[in-house]
């Protein structure tokens, strides 16, 4: 296991195919999508896909969605990061840094978001030298729009998408440039 980061209790490494039946059991969970599109993924196929998508923007951006490991049992429980998004538009934004987590439910409540969260902010703004960090919520995902908040980034807007569902826009700047 190629290890880049590491908090105190987590480890972050670039996703492997290898981590395919831990992310599948994570995104096959309804829970875990209440608040992602209502969209559980049905095949470990489209794990894996995604698993290769995330690859390539490592190939591409030198960034993406990090394996998030717990340090003390060497168990996947999700993933966390930044990402350059520059696939679609959102909120408006294109070609912007976007950080984000998925967590596996059973790891929930114990403040593995929020630790990965800080780690995420200051690599990317001590590190990357990121000027802007972004990140969107589902708008009634209370959680997550906590640890965003409790973490500094401050909320922007409420946005609808293409559906009529409502998100919320969150940003960072980064006070060391």
Request: one cysteine or more; aromatic letters at 16%; hydrophobic letters at 40%.
């Amino acid at each position: 296991m190629t290890v880049l980061f590491e908090t105190e209790r987590l480890l972050f490494r670039p996703l492997e195919l290898s981590d395919a039946a831990a992310m599948f059991e994570m995104d096959n969970n309804a829970e875990v999508h209440k608040y992602l599109w209502q969209t559980p993924t049905q095949k470990i196929e489209e794990t894996i896909k995604v698993i290769e998508y995330v690859q390539s923007q490592y190939a591409k951006h030198a960034i993406g969605r990090y394996a998030t490991i717990l340090k003390e049992t060497g168990e996947f429980i999700g993933w966390t990061g930044i990402k350059f998004v520059d696939d679609h538009v959102e909120n408006g934004n294109t070609n912007f840094f976007d950080y984000g987590y998925r967590l596996n439910e059973k790891f929930w409540g114990n403040g593995y978001a929020t630790e990965s969260t800080i780690f995420w902010l200051a690599h990317g703004f001590d590190k990357m030298n990121i000027e802007t960090m972004n990140a969107y919520t589902h708008a009634e995902n209370g959680a997550s729009n906590r640890v965003l908040s409790k973490c500094g980034m401050s909320f922007m807007e409420d946005y609808p998408d293409e559906s009529g569902v409502l998100w919320k826009w969150w940003q960072m700047k980064n006070t060391n440039l």
